[in-house]
């Protein structure tokens, strides 16, 4: 018999060691997050996919689920929350979605959609993030980074490579790649790497393929992201090990 | 560990670094754990990092060049491009304001042609702030190349700037500037006690480890950092925790500004703090224990290794302590390099394994998954020196000290305006009001007890008592009189944890900083209602959603002089519902810089 935990007051089963996150997606139950991806180990740094534990508040990714939890999700005040955690990842980078290559196939962009952020909220910051165009093959374009870490885990879980890290402190905390140079063609990365495939915002772009498919038949102009998170959730549902 | 005798005291021209590097590497025997160690005597040694030896350093450890760019760009005290021969950090707390610091930098920068935050043209010095170095009682103060020197004034910065100006080593300025005094005004059990070395270590020798966490248990000593966690309970866990290997550490990254009572007892109760790390150690199974020490009081290395020397020299550490066969302890020390979130025990335990200082998902709490993912026990420097008293005194005596829910003795850090700053050692349940008499604080409109992530009360508060059932603290205590501008205390604060985030989750990396841009449009002037209306909106947020503590308290100074200092931020306040952040005339001033003027024609007008 499994155990289970309440989310917005439904059982839902889990299997020792998943995270709310994980048992959650795995049994069909939208929780809103960006940096949480079912293939790495959950770290928790948006902050999205926070909910109410037994009143207090945690981030369902990295909570471990527990026999009789008491979760709330899908409240009101959670979304408020998490309409002003877009808001901030906003006006922190540069973000000009009419001219953005990945807008339609933005998490960042999809949660605004899908969360009703009608506002900007915050003044934007404008950070000054040069280009890496360097590379033959693929564009950095550090405007949009939104520090989720999912390249720096992919090319080091998955590709054994570590071509991105993340440099600085605080507001300047930012991504860097692996070179004395500090250019991405000094690096080893490569077309086929998982780091490639990651990026939820438009940061990391292979070259010469821009706009291929055109605005509005996109992933998320398809529908939304809470109906396409569920359709990419893993089954069997331990997240990690998924091959 | 770091030798006692490091030429790292010398300047660029001094020290090679290249014939230096390969020992430096070798000394630390490649071990990754040791990275933020090896990097902090390369700064020390070339003044900065330069790319061929981080490429080097990676090269050796086996690990990605990105890796020592990425751990080194965390800590403030840490460069990866060139930051002058002579690196001048201005402590900028609030009681070094209060102290006039700020015109003291200003005069010093006017004095040698640079900018803050700038590197001079010709390389020779940089002068910044830094967040308070912790000699709040003997402010304002500065590090130079990671010295301390306090009690600047107008003349000190005028011969500052001359030693500079001549390239004069530090190691040959006047021993005067680097004189750090104790300001002990009132002791106690710690303080005053007549403990011999080893002392306690031998009584107990005979003592199960399992009756020495009951003692501990059986005294209610609470951790004195902060979090006021039961020692005994924590010590019991480590014990008990599975684990290939168990450590001990003391965490002496006292970064709280306003709080500098680890630097005393380190200073005069270094065998206190040692035998408790010692006695923990018994207590939980460790064979090794680090001592995590603040960079801003490296100037204590020296006296910190003779004093750990002496007592392996006289059994109390190293293999079979005292004779007794199987105890093994040893007891390394590390130092930080500027970051404040290092405080947090597991952003601590990160930066000891030699990592960026970002906090850990808890659970697992160090206890079971601390250093190493082993077990173990994280103390701070005043809560070992307690527990000694507590195993000497036996657990009924030490709790017959303080109250009932806070055990024993603490020590306060005063500072700010009143006549005697110090060091004063009260037996919990001492009221606010007791203290402020103590201390000469006349005239006092609020006390910040705890530091930024404290608490703010005033005077009606006064007589609230210290302790964990009242007011909780980590022993700052800084005191404002009715000539402070309480909102500027806050906005001081705010710009410290935006300074100190380390930018791991969004709503602090991102909150901490539109706070402080919200503070100082309302400095500016240009506050409205609707500002303070966000302010609380941001506190919501941080509080909720923030990783760790950092986050979850940054909006505290706000929210305390808010509700009761409101006026202060009144006043400043536009009668408008809204006015915009952007100030069109202040975007106007690069052009006015780049073309020398500053007449009226080259400003817009007031609309006022």
């Given at each position: 018999m499994t155990d289970t935990f309440q989310l917005d007051g439904v059982a839902v089963p889990f299997e020792p060691g998943q995270t709310v996150m994980q048992a959650a997606l795995a049994a069909d139950h939208y929780i809103p997050h960006l940096c949480y991806h079912p293939e790495f180990k959950p770290h928790g740094s948006c902050k999205l996919c926070t909910v109410k534990v037994n009143g207090r508040t945690m981030a369902s990714c990295t909570m471990p689920a527990e026999a009789g939890l008491e979760v709330e999700s899908e409240i009101e005040e959670l979304n408020a929350l998490r309409r002003t955690l877009v808001q901030m990842l906003f006006a922190e980078g540069n973000h000009f979605c009419p001219s953005c290559e990945k807008s339609g196939n933005c998490m960042l962009q999809a949660l605004g959609y899908d969360l009703e952020v009608h506002a900007a909220g915050f003044r934007h910051q404008y950070p000054d993030r040069p280009l890496d165009a360097s590379h033959p093959d693929i564009l950095l374009d550090f405007n949009r980074c939104i520090l989720c870490e999912l390249c720096v885990r992919a090319s080091s879980e998955v590709d054994g490579k570590n071509v991105f890290a993340l440099a600085g402190r605080g507001n300047n905390k930012h991504l860097i790649v692996n070179a004395e140079s500090g250019q991405l063609k000094d690096t080893d990365i490569a077309l086929s790497d998982k780091a490639m495939q990651v990026c939820p915002v438009g940061v990391i772009l292979p070259k010469r393929v821009g706009f291929s498919q055109p605005i509005g038949e996109r992933r998320y102009d398809a529908s939304p992201i809470s109906a396409q998170a569920l359709e990419d959730a893993p089954r069997p549902p331990s997240g990690v090990e998924h091959d | 560990m770091l030798p006692d005798a490091n030429p790292i005291y010398g300047e660029s021209p001094r020290c090679d670094l290249h014939a230096d590097l390969h020992e430096i590497v070798a000394r630390h025997c490649g071990e990754k754990t040791n990275l933020l160690q090896l990097l902090i005597e390369v700064q020390a040694c070339a003044g900065y990092i330069p790319d061929d030896?981080?490429?080097?350093?990676?090269?050796?450890?086996?690990?990605?060049?990105?890796?020592?760019?990425?751990?080194?760009?965390?800590?403030?005290?840490?460069?990866?491009?060139?930051?002058?021969?002579?690196?001048?950090?201005?402590?900028?707390?609030?009681?070094?304001?209060?102290?006039?610091?700020?015109?003291?930098?200003?005069?010093?920068?006017?004095?040698?042609?640079?900018?803050?935050?700038?590197?001079?043209e010709d390389g020779l010095l940089s002068i910044n702030t830094t967040s308070c170095t912790g000699m709040c009682d003997q402010g304002p103060a500065m590090l130079v190349n990671g010295h301390a020197i306090t009690r600047l004034g107008s003349q000190r910065i005028q011969e500052i700037g001359q030693l500079i100006r001549n390239r004069t080593p530090v190691a040959e300025w006047p021993a005067d500037y680097f004189k750090v005094e104790n300001n002990i005004r009132r002791g106690g059990l710690i303080l005053d006690n007549k403990l011999a070395y080893g002392q306690v270590l031998q009584a107990t020798r005979a003592v199960a480890p399992a009756t020495i966490i009951d003692t501990i248990k059986g005294s209610n000593l609470r951790g004195r950092g902060g979090a006021g966690f039961p020692t005994g309970m924590k010590w019991e866990a480590c014990r008990n925790a599975e684990g290939e290997a168990r450590y001990v550490v003391c965490n002496a990254d006292e970064g709280e500004p306003g709080t500098f009572k680890d630097r005393v007892l380190l200073t005069t109760q270094a065998d206190l703090v040692f035998e408790g790390m010692t006695l923990c150690a018994r207590a939980v199974g460790a064979k090794k224990g680090f001592l995590y020490l603040r960079g801003e009081y490296r100037y204590l290395l020296g006296h910190l290794h003779a004093v750990l020397q002496r007592r392996r020299d006289s059994e109390l550490l190293g293999e079979s302590i005292l004779g007794e066969q199987g105890f093994d302890f040893d007891i390394e020390i590390h130092l930080g390099a500027g970051a404040y979130i290092c405080g947090e025990e597991s952003a601590l335990i990160e930066s000891l394994e030699g990592k960026r200082g970002v906090p850990r998902n808890r659970p697992p709490f160090p206890v079971t998954h601390g250093y190493l993912q082993q077990p173990t026990a994280v103390d701070n420097v005043e809560t070992f020196c307690q527990a000694v008293l507590a195993l000497h005194m036996g657990a009924a005596a030490y709790r017959a000290i303080g109250t009932e829910k806070s055990s024993g003795s603490k020590l306060i850090s005063v500072s700010g305006d009143c006549a005697s700053p110090g060091i004063y050692e009260y037996p919990f349940g001492v009221s606010v009001r007791q203290i402020l008499s103590d201390c000469g604080a006349v005239n006092t409109r609020a006390v910040q007890i705890s530091g930024p992530s404290g608490i703010c009360i005033g005077e009606h508060e006064f007589e609230r008592k210290l302790g964990f059932e009242d007011l909780p603290t980590a022993g700052a205590f800084m005191v404002f009189d009715d000539s402070r501008d309480m909102f500027e205390v806050a906005r001081n604060f705010v710009h410290f944890f935006a300074h100190e985030s380390c930018g791991f989750c969004t709503p602090c990396r991102v909150g901490t900083s539109m706070l402080k841009q919200t503070m100082d449009k309302v400095a500016a002037g240009h506050g409205t209602q609707h500002d303070l209306t966000e302010i609380e909106n941001l506190d919501h947020v941080l509080q909720t959603t923030s990783h760790c503590g950092l986050g979850r308290t940054a909006c505290n100074p706000v929210l305390h002089?808010?509700?009761?200092?409101?006026?202060?931020?009144?006043?400043?306040?536009?009668?408008?519902?809204?006015?915009?952040?952007?100030?069109?005339?202040?975007?106007?001033?690069?052009?006015?810089?780049?073309?020398?003027?500053?007449?009226?024609?080259?400003?817009?007008?007031?609309?006022?």
């Open positions: - | 030896a981080a490429s080097y350093i990676a090269a050796m450890l086996a690990i990605p060049r990105s890796r020592i760019e990425s751990v080194a760009s965390f800590y403030s005290f840490l460069h990866l491009k060139p930051a002058g021969e002579y690196r001048v950090l201005f402590s900028d707390n609030i009681t070094d304001r209060m102290l006039g610091n700020q015109d003291l930098m200003e005069q010093m920068c006017r004095q040698l042609w640079v900018q803050p935050g700038k590197v001079s002089t808010l509700k009761h200092f409101r006026p202060a931020y009144e006043t400043r306040l536009k009668s408008l519902d809204f006015e915009p952040a952007f100030d069109l005339d202040g975007a106007l001033a690069r052009a006015r810089q780049m073309t020398g003027r500053d007449d009226a024609g080259a400003h817009l007008k007031e609309n006022e």
